[in-house]
């Protein structure tokens, strides 16, 4: 069962346009990371976030973590292939990120 | 600095046959993990080492599968009479320290006819 619930599970949309894909859970995270994963690969770390609130920024992706710390938004302005990927959230539990619950994933492709 | 690296990229066998994967994760990370993922999936714990203890097994970690870090550095990820159900990819991961973050291989491919 899968504590992480990512929204939408799909995206397509013409580059240049903006988009914001969510991160929700019931459960109360220490810290929360954003991967990338293309086809064949492995996820590549983005961002971690680890204070209720925050937001950090990655040149065209904005990342939040939710001021009670059980959801997070990535959003990305202006949109390019290069963007298409899957974007996994993934909660740290406790104190360390030893245990690390990924979510589904939501992916996004970026039409030239 | 190299990154995590996972041999081999793709393993395909039949039904029955044990195969073992081989993680050498980034050099001076004492933490390594294993991970399964599944198509439409993200990826699944199954186990963790810091240098050469293995602290915590998944569930999913059935008896077949056995994990071993040896001495602390690189980490081989066994299964014995392979199943339909362990087509999945096999990733690996490590950290330098429990509140730092993951960094992972790219994986292995496993596919079973």
């Known amino acids: 069962t899968q504590l992480l619930e990512q929204s939408p599970q799909f995206l397509s949309i013409q580059e240049g346009e903006n988009l914001t894909v969510y991160c929700n859970s019931s459960?109360?995270?220490?810290?929360l990371q954003w991967y990338r994963q293309e086809p064949g690969e492995g996820p590549v770390l983005l961002v971690t976030?680890?204070?209720?609130?925050e937001v950090k920024k990655l040149k065209r992706l904005t990342f939040q973590f939710g001021d009670a710390r059980k959801d997070s938004s990535l959003h990305i302005t202006a949109a390019q292939p290069g963007d298409t990927g899957l974007y996994l959230c993934?909660?740290?539990?406790?104190?360390?990120?030893?245990?690390?619950?990924f979510g589904i994933g939501t992916k996004l492709q970026v039409i030239p | 600095d190299t990154g995590v690296s996972q041999d081999p990229r793709h393993k395909i066998t039949k039904r029955g046959q044990n195969v073992t994967f081989r993680c050498d994760p980034i050099s001076e990370h004492n933490r390594l993990y294993w991970y399964r993922q599944t198509l439409g999936q993200g990826p699944e714990f199954l186990t963790y080492?810091?240098?050469?203890?293995?602290?915590?097994k998944s569930r999913l970690l059935s008896d077949r599968f056995s994990a071993e870090r040896p001495k602390g550095s690189f980490s081989t990820l066994e299964i014995q009479r392979t199943e339909q159900g362990d087509s999945a990819m096999y990733l690996c991961a490590s950290s330098s320290r429990g509140d730092q973050p993951q960094h992972f291989g790219d994986g292995t491919r496993l596919s079973i006819l």
């Open positions: 080492f810091q240098n050469e203890a293995q602290l915590e």
């Open positions: 976030v680890v204070t209720g609130g």
């Open positions: 993934a909660g740290g539990h406790q104190a360390g990120y030893q245990k690390v619950t």
């Open positions: 459960s109360v995270f220490s810290s």
